[in-house]
């Protein structure tokens, strides 16, 4: 490469809880700038979550643990050798990982159908946690590819 990496930002952390992953996932969340209305709906999917949530785990916890089962530990990327384009499988880096999770999330909460944001995000945060849904299914389907393409794990660069 021929200009240096950029920076890694650090991000403040969320006034109710004090986490940095809580502020990553609401500024994916946010649009048009609209950072408060990202959180209120974050904060309120919680709230749906602690309502109806029958375990005694933290609603921050089940979110956590939902995240994590849906973010992705392999994926594929295209690699051209010769006049062929191959499918090459390659492991995820860790921040990486958290990223094409939050996105997952917060994609299939959208594709949802429901009354508010906060409801939709809610409902696909518990399904993530149950380990079902559109985000896990993403998950699956990018593992089963990487599976599926291992042949050609020896094109890595």
């Not at 999917?45 to 916890?61: E, M, Q, T, V, Y």
């Not at 996105?103 to 949802?112: D, E």
């Amino acid at each position: 490469m021929r200009k240096s990496k950029p920076k890694k930002r650090h991000l403040l952390p969320d006034p109710k809880f004090n986490d940095t992953l809580v502020t990553q996932f609401v500024n994916n969340l946010m649009l048009d700038g609209k950072k408060n209305t990202a959180y209120s709906i974050f904060y309120g999917a919680l709230d749906i979550i602690s309502d109806k949530n029958k375990d005694d785990i933290a609603p921050l916890d089940l979110w956590k643990k939902g995240l994590e089962n849906v973010c992705p530990q392999v994926e594929v990327k295209s690699r051209r050798v010769g006049g062929a384009t191959f499918q090459v499988p390659m492991e995820v880096r860790s921040d990486r990982k958290v990223t094409l999770g939050m996105k997952a999330l917060i994609l299939h909460a959208r594709k949802r159908s429901g009354r508010s944001m906060s409801e939709k995000l809610a409902a696909e945060i518990m399904a993530a946690y149950k380990e079902e849904g559109g985000a896990f299914k993403k998950k699956e389907d990018m593992h089963k590819m990487a599976e599926a393409n291992k042949a050609f794990s020896h094109f890595r660069f």
